[in-house]
């Protein structure tokens, strides 16, 4: 994918965009923690057929923030949808994965895509005491200036496919070498953590029954780390909304089976 990579500067970040293909425009939107490196394989399968484009969250991979107060649902969806008017993008899909997916259903208000398609879709909040301390843990966490660095340098690749069994998933050894470099960037930790910390779903929560973009959520039986109930309970709540649940892929699904995941993606 290195071959289809540029920077593109759109206030306030400069972006880290991957672009192929021609067709119908893809919109693929990475999870927390995640790059474009989370698309690679699936992004050789669908720019055969389609104008794909790949983006790094502000911050992560190998965009440069230029706002860190900006890593919020609201205004992340807000700059992409700033970034695609810039470069005359339409995209008539957008696919989110995990907190990527809230994104997608975000912009899909400002943008108006034909549809959307969530893989493991982030779309609830922490239930019980992990919702009242998890949100506390990360500000505290994003605003100790040494967090990000001491995570960087003591994380190894057995803790990176710690990690990784946890969610569920099943990565071979130079997928999880990917996220190993992820996680000794003390930059992109330090998104990651910044974005944990401003996060807010409880608005798009609110308007779910009243998103009518055509929405299809796909989940993992094995997810470990988004319960595939919480696609279950938001199709129940969209007007215009389903799910397909796949018995044997975790929360990476889409990094397990590409061609599957693409497949349901191009069939819609």
């Not at 919109?27 to 389609?50: E, M, N, P, V």
């Not at 019980?128 to 605003?143: R, S, T």
């Not at 190894?156 to 070498?177: C, F, W």
Request: proline letters at 6%; hydrophobic letters at 45%.
């Amino acid at each position: 994918m290195a071959d289809h990579s540029r920077q593109v500067f759109c206030r306030p970040h400069r972006w880290h965009v991957q672009e192929a293909g021609t067709g119908e425009t893809l919109l693929l939107i990475h999870g927390a923690g995640g790059a474009t490196q989370s698309w690679r394989d699936i992004f050789a399968i669908l720019s055969a057929t389609h104008h794909v484009i790949a983006v790094d969250l502000p911050g992560q991979g190998f965009t440069q923030s230029g706002a860190q107060q900006r890593f919020g649902l609201s205004p992340m969806a807000q700059d992409l949808t700033a970034l695609c008017q810039s470069q005359g993008w339409e995209p008539g899909h957008i696919v989110g994965h995990s907190a990527g997916a809230a994104i997608a259903l975000e912009m899909s208000e400002r943008m108006r895509p034909n549809r959307v398609t969530g893989i493991n879709a982030a779309l609830s909040n922490f239930k019980g005491v992990a919702g009242f301390l998890f949100p506390l843990l990360a500000k505290a966490l994003a605003m100790t200036p040494l967090t990000a660095s001491v995570f960087s340098r003591t994380t190894s690749a057995e803790t990176v496919h710690r990690l990784i069994k946890g969610t569920g998933s099943t990565l071979d050894p130079n997928a999880e070498a990917h996220y190993l470099r992820l996680m000794r960037d003390t930059a992109h930790v330090d998104a990651t953590l910044s974005m944990m910390a401003q996060w807010d779903l409880d608005p798009l929560l609110a308007k779910l029954p009243q998103i009518t973009t055509p929405t299809h959520l796909i989940t993992g039986a094995n997810d470990g780390a988004v319960p595939p109930h919480t696609s279950a309970d938001a199709v129940d709540r969209m007007p215009n909304a389903r799910l397909t649940a796949l018995a044997d892929l975790g929360h990476l699904a889409h990094e397990e089976d590409p061609a599957r995941i693409a497949a349901i993606i191009t069939a819609q």
